[in-house]
């Protein structure tokens, strides 16, 4: 597919996406559901440029097009990466989780096996959708806690996934005011859990898609943690958050995504020293890359992290493709190689 071509079916794919409710959801047993994902691999991300792997601070290690004949795999919207760099957490759009392990030769992906698929469960042990609690779009995790951010209705939702797996039943938690005020399309769309020997050590990082102050910043909140409180990310070229992860190094990346009819479709990586965060600052962060549709992008909405043998910051991204057939559910992988 050409640039042009997917210009176009990303700008259909907006209209689609606005459409789609949680009426789209099919009948299906609440427990995990075993599911088969095709993999072709992504061997180039530049393919005028093949010979090209590295793109601003990250090199290029491989990637995925997935896709399946289960009714509700797509709409991915967040990832978590386990230490290992194989086995994966993610949710989508409509209430679902979806976990399995990514194969591998080196840090390039080759597979994903094991892949099941169950809806998120609220406290009730009802499917969160039913709640009309179905954008759900972010994750975190603290050991064996694991949050989850829902863009509809502003709220997170905490769930033991160390006890319970993809059965554990989600337990609202307390919110600052000014999230729960957050515009509902444009909403809570990061989390990220700051881990025990880092700068904001038992913090949730939580963030806004386009939620701005009045000067048009990013709203994020530090929830928790020694220094609650509110701060926000300088917002330029038109780019929204769609997901955060905590590196080794204890930065905060934040992934970015943009579409407009002038510029078409990008995907941006930002990082922000977690020593930076504090209530009230405005911060702007140095840019790890830049791509568009030159690129192997699509709606790029979920960044994980992880360290590999060799000690290298490792950064898989997940993309949504609004169940529109017009897109694709992409995998991607690069390494940090610069500061």
Same mark, same amino acid.
Do not use: C
């Given at each position: 597919? $050409?640039?042009?071509? =997917?210009?176009?079916?990303?700008?259909?794919?907006?209209?689609?996406?606005?459409?789609?409710?949680?009426?789209?959801?099919?009948?299906?047993?609440? +427990?995990? @559901? =075993?599911?088969?994902?095709?993999?072709?691999?992504?061997?180039?991300?530049?393919?005028?440029?093949?010979?090209?792997?590295?793109?601003?601070?990250?090199?290029?290690? #491989?990637?995925?097009?997935?896709?399946?004949?289960?009714?509700?795999?797509?709409?991915?919207?967040?990832?978590?990466?386990?230490?290992?760099?194989?086995?994966?957490?993610?949710?989508?759009?409509?209430?679902?989780?979806?976990?399995?392990?990514?194969?591998?030769?080196?840090?390039?992906?080759?597979?994903?096996?094991?892949?099941?698929?169950? =809806?998120?469960?609220?406290?009730?042990?009802?499917?969160?959708? &039913?709640?009309?609690?179905?954008?759900?779009?972010?994750?975190?995790?603290?050991?064996? $806690?694991?949050?989850?951010?829902?863009?509809?209705?502003?709220? !997170? @939702?905490?769930?033991?996934? #160390?006890?319970?797996?993809?059965?554990?039943?989600?337990?609202?938690?307390?919110?600052?005011?000014?999230?729960?005020? /957050?515009?509902?399309?444009?909403? /809570?769309?990061?989390?990220?859990?700051?881990?025990? +020997?880092?700068?904001?050590?038992?913090?949730?990082?939580? !963030?806004? &898609?386009?939620?701005?102050?009045? *000067?048009?910043?990013?709203? +994020?909140?530090?929830?928790?943690?020694? $220094?609650?409180?509110?701060?926000?990310? =300088?917002?330029? *070229?038109?780019?929204?958050?769609? *997901?955060?992860?905590?590196?080794?190094?204890?930065?905060?990346? @934040?992934?970015?995504? %943009?579409?407009? !009819?002038?510029? +078409?479709?990008?995907? %941006?990586?930002?990082?922000?020293?977690?020593?930076?965060?504090?209530?009230?600052?405005?911060?702007?962060?140095?840019?790890?890359?830049?791509?568009?549709?030159?690129?192997?992008? *699509?709606?790029?909405?979920?960044?994980?992290?992880?360290?590999?043998?060799? #000690?290298?910051?490792?950064? $898989?991204?997940?993309?949504?493709?609004?169940?529109?057939?017009?897109?694709?559910?992409?995998?991607?992988?690069?390494?940090?190689?610069?500061?």
């Amino acid at each position: 597919m $050409t640039p042009s071509q =997917r210009f176009f079916a990303v700008a259909l794919a907006v209209v689609v996406a606005l459409s789609v409710g949680p009426a789209v959801l099919q009948a299906e047993r609440p +427990g995990p @559901v =075993r599911i088969e994902l095709r993999a072709a691999p992504i061997q180039h991300f530049e393919h005028r440029n093949p010979e090209r792997s590295r793109f601003g601070a990250l090199e290029f290690r #491989g990637g995925l097009v997935l896709t399946s004949s289960y009714a509700h795999f797509g709409g991915l919207s967040a990832l978590l990466m386990a230490s290992d760099g194989q086995h994966f957490l993610s949710v989508s759009d409509k209430g679902h989780w979806l976990r399995g392990r990514i194969t591998q030769d080196g840090d390039r992906p080759t597979a994903i096996v094991d892949a099941e698929m169950a =809806r998120i469960l609220g406290p009730d042990g009802r499917p969160l959708w &039913e709640r009309g609690w179905y954008d759900t779009e972010s994750l975190a995790e603290d050991g064996r $806690t694991v949050y989850v951010g829902i863009e509809k209705v502003n709220r !997170i @939702v905490r769930f033991d996934y #160390g006890k319970d797996g993809l059965l554990a039943r989600g337990q609202p938690i307390p919110v600052p005011p000014g999230v729960r005020t /957050l515009p509902r399309s444009k909403g /809570l769309e990061a989390l990220a859990f700051v881990p025990k +020997g880092m700068p904001l050590a038992g913090t949730l990082v939580a !963030i806004s &898609e386009r939620g701005l102050d009045a *000067d048009g910043n990013i709203l +994020g909140f530090l929830i928790g943690g020694p $220094t609650p409180g509110i701060f926000t990310l =300088r917002r330029s *070229d038109d780019y929204d958050v769609t *997901d955060a992860a905590i590196t080794p190094a204890a930065d905060l990346l @934040v992934l970015e995504r %943009r579409f407009t !009819i002038l510029q +078409g479709a990008g995907m %941006r990586i930002r990082r922000f020293p977690l020593a930076a965060l504090k209530p009230g600052v405005l911060l702007d962060g140095e840019i790890l890359i830049d791509a568009d549709f030159a690129q192997e992008i *699509d709606n790029m909405e979920g960044l994980g992290v992880h360290q590999n043998a060799a #000690g290298e910051t490792i950064l $898989t991204l997940i993309s949504d493709d609004n169940f529109n057939p017009l897109q694709r559910t992409i995998l991607l992988r690069f390494a940090l190689v610069g500061r």
